[in-house]
């Protein structure tokens, strides 16, 4: 990783990141993490996840385990939903505006249906607010999304595009 030139970020456009990610200040992973150049970017994960944007759930958990951090992560960042059981494999999103937004419960924990419920908040979330997700989700053992405004996304993409998509892509899109 050293040879790559994403291997550093300078201190400046680390800072200005984490300002779009809703992160003001030192945070016990910055002081571990940083250096007189920045931050290494094999480190800066523990940096920028310490974002109350920024949802880590592990693999291994059911979609309705992990609902209430999943919730609660969203009211954090003033986006606040509410669900309701339809059955014992169908949840319905509801949010503040009224909008519903239905997810199927997968039953396999190989398959958690992260990805799937996040397409499916996106959709009860007001026009401006993007989730995205890690594109290390795959073969991973934790899942990660952030949730943004669309401008906080922009200007994090402009400040440093290559460091934001090695963290974060958009959702997939699935037809059906």
Not at 124 to 131: D, K, S, W
Request: aromatic share 10%; with cysteine.
């Amino acid at each position: 990783m050293t040879d790559s030139p994403l291997a550093r970020i300078s201190a400046e456009v680390a800072e200005a990141l984490l300002l779009a990610f809703g992160v003001a200040g030192a945070t016990p992973a910055y002081d571990r993490w940083k250096r007189p150049f920045g931050f290494d970017l094999k480190d800066f994960d523990e940096v920028l996840y310490e974002s109350a944007a920024v949802i880590v759930l592990d693999w291994r958990a059911s979609l309705i385990d992990e609902l209430p951090e999943l919730l609660g992560a969203f009211e954090r960042c003033g986006f606040p939903l509410d669900y309701e059981e339809r059955g014992e494999d169908v949840l319905v999103l509801k949010a503040a505006d009224g909008s519903l937004s239905e997810i199927r419960v997968a039953g396999s924990e190989e398959d958690a249906g992260f990805d799937q419920a996040f397409v499916a908040i996106q959709r009860c979330l007001p026009q401006g607010v993007e989730v995205r997700r890690s594109p290390n989700n795959e073969g991973s053992d934790t899942f990660v999304y952030a949730v943004l405004p669309s401008g906080a996304w922009e200007r994090a993409e402009s400040l440093a595009g290559d460091v934001v998509a090695h963290f974060f892509e958009p959702l997939p899109v699935r037809e059906g």
